[in-house]
Structures are given as C-alpha cells and as structure tokens.
C-alpha cells in the first residue's frame, strides 16, 4: 500500500541561471520574492512585471543582476511566452487565478504567494553554507517554522563545512571501482565524522 500521509512533495534543485522565470507583482512581496530567488541563483534570468513597481529595491536589484529586466506594466499573458516558471507575488486572487489556468494549459509551473491551493510547488526556506544547501518545506501549513528551521541549522552548521565537501569531492575523485565501491568508502569517511562530531 503506499503511503500518501505527511509531505509528499518532491524536493529538487532547478538550475534557474538555464530556464526563463516570471514574477509578477512589484509591491513588497513581489520584492521578497524576487530576493529568494536571486539570493539563491544571482544569475537567474528573471522578468519581474508589476502594473506599479512600489519597492524601488527591485530596481536597485536590476542594476546588480544584468539578468534581471523589471517592466512597471500590467501583466499581459504574452509574458508567459518563452517562461519555464511563474511567481505570482500581486494582491489580486483574481489575478493570481487567471495566471495560474494560463500556466496549466501551457504546462507552466506556478508559485502563487501565500496560496497553497493555487501552488503546483512551494518555495522553502533555504540554509546555505558554502556549497552545501538544504531546503526545508512544511508542506505550505507553516513558513514561520520552516524559518526557525532555518535559523537552528545556521546556528548549527559549522563554518568548516565548505572544507568537508572539498576534502569530500577530493576523496571521491581518487577513489577507484565501481558506483557501489565508492559510495560504500564515502559512507565510511562520512560516517567517521559524524561520529567524531557526536563525540565533540
């Protein structure tokens, strides 16, 4: 029998600087938005529309990202054309719901802000240290907690850990032997030094 109860949602990494993204919305939320997207990708090629561009932080933020092109006009479905992902970041349901049918029938993946019934993904709260990235989601039920979640595993991952994923990569490009083999040693290595850490 499979097992539908808790977080089904399948979590992945989209390589944002390959695709084409459109937010649309330019108030506070639209910001916010935008904000995660370029903290997380600072070359990803967004097109941000709002019928008003009230935060002037997103221009600020085009004149950083020369990938970014900010428009203040109202959204039109002809910006859909060439997208591979929407962000709907306005104060309008109505909107939000007519973007998101224009998304389905063109096989659009769409983010709707504080929707989660018009939502095909979310968008999570996101640890970063060096290369290592880990994404926390609750199911849309509470961002605030996935916050906190944040704020614990930045507290509590340690700075050395860019150093571990080297020493890690370097490990694994001498290893010799088949898939197994070396997943096998790098479970060994891993392991080690969980232990060690448990112990400090």
Request: charged share 30%; hydrophobic share 35%; proline share 4%.
């Amino acid at each position: 029998m499979i097992d539908t109860s808790g977080n089904v949602l399948f979590p992945i990494f989209i390589k944002l600087h390959e695709i084409q993204t459109l937010i649309v919305g330019g108030g506070y939320v639209g910001l916010e938005k935008l904000e995660a997207v370029l903290r997380n990708s600072p070359e990803a090629n967004v097109l941000l529309v709002g019928k008003e561009i009230l935060q002037e932080k997103i221009y600020e933020l085009e004149k950083e990202h020369p990938n970014l092109t900010v428009l203040e006009r109202p959204y039109h479905r002809r910006y859909l054309k060439g997208k591979d992902l929407v962000i709907c970041a306005t104060d309008s349901r109505q909107l939000h719901e007519k973007i998101k049918t224009q998304c389905k029938r063109r096989h659009l993946l769409c983010n709707v802000a504080d929707t989660p019934d018009l939502c095909d993904f979310y968008l999570s709260s996101v640890v970063k240290k060096g290369d290592l990235k880990i994404a926390i989601s609750s199911n849309g039920k509470s961002p605030t907690l996935t916050k906190r979640f944040r704020q614990y595993f930045e507290e509590s991952l340690p700075e050395s850990v860019q150093d571990i994923l080297d020493n890690l990569e370097n490990i694994r490009d001498q290893l010799k032997g088949d898939f197994e083999y070396k997943v096998n040693q790098l479970n060994e290595v891993t392991n080690s030094w969980l232990e060690k850490k448990k112990k400090d």
